[in-house]
């Protein structure tokens, strides 16, 4: 592969990884987040239809989203095979689950939209919206806990490999148990969530670090690396 050819894929990566940085914390904390009232349909009910632009735009940056993080998948594969076959398929493996999961979530915030936007009032309306939001939390974790074991694969690929400084390495073997670990608590401790909440800055700061270093520093050449297998 042409160093420029590469050189413009670990940029295009960087980019599309700062877009989904962006649309995720923007659609979730600043769009979504504040329509919900835990525990109160009628609450919820009523925000949303107050602020239904706010609500399409948070479903319209997770569909940018989503469709950025297939796109970086198969770049990052593309990044990475010089390394190791098996660990860059794997990784973008997993991270295309991920990626299926949160596209079917999408199914459940326009679900919960129709519910509102349609009808009279039918008994137990507001309530189903609201479990219909509630169900969003839980498909985005379990599509988390793919992204972290992809984390961890693409934390062993960029050790091995030449030219990329190994702390981002560390950083994102660091995030991946974050991922995971708020996956199982959805799950099995849902009480638990939001105290670990604060565990996702090293998450962020991972992620943020890795993307800023591919718009920035990307120098990775692919002809002084390995291949694994």
């Given amino acids: ?127 189903m919206a609201l479990v219909q939001m509630s169900m969003q939390a839980v498909g985005y974790d379990l599509g988390l806990a793919f992204f972290g074991v992809s984390c961890l694969l693409l934390a062993l690929v960029v050790l091995r490999a030449d030219g990329v400084p190994s702390w981002l390495g560390w950083l994102m073997a660091a995030a991946a148990p974050v991922y995971i670990t708020g996956a199982v608590l959805r799950l099995v401790a849902p009480d638990w969530t939001i105290a670990f909440q604060p565990a996702y800055v090293v998450a962020l700061a991972a992620e943020l670090s890795f993307c800023l270093w591919l718009l920035t520093r990307g120098r990775l050449w692919p002809g002084a690396l390995p291949r694994l297998a």
């Fill in 1 to 127: 592969m042409p160093r420029s050819t590469f050189l413009v894929q670990a940029r295009s990566a960087g980019l599309l990884y700062l877009v989904i940085i962006v649309c995720g914390i923007t659609s979730d904390l600043v769009l979504r987040a504040p329509l919900i009232s835990a525990g109160n349909a009628a609450a919820t009910a009523e925000t949303i239809l107050d602020h239904l632009g706010a609500f399409r735009g948070s479903m319209l940056l997770d569909l940018i989203m989503i469709l950025s993080d297939v796109a970086l998948a198969g770049l990052l594969y593309l990044l990475f095979l010089p390394i190791s076959r098996s660990l860059a398929l794997l990784m973008a493996a997993f991270r295309l689950v991920q990626s299926a999961i949160l596209g079917a979530n999408l199914i459940g915030q326009a679900s919960a939209l129709h519910i509102l936007t349609t009808g009279s009032g039918w008994p137990g309306q507001q309530d």
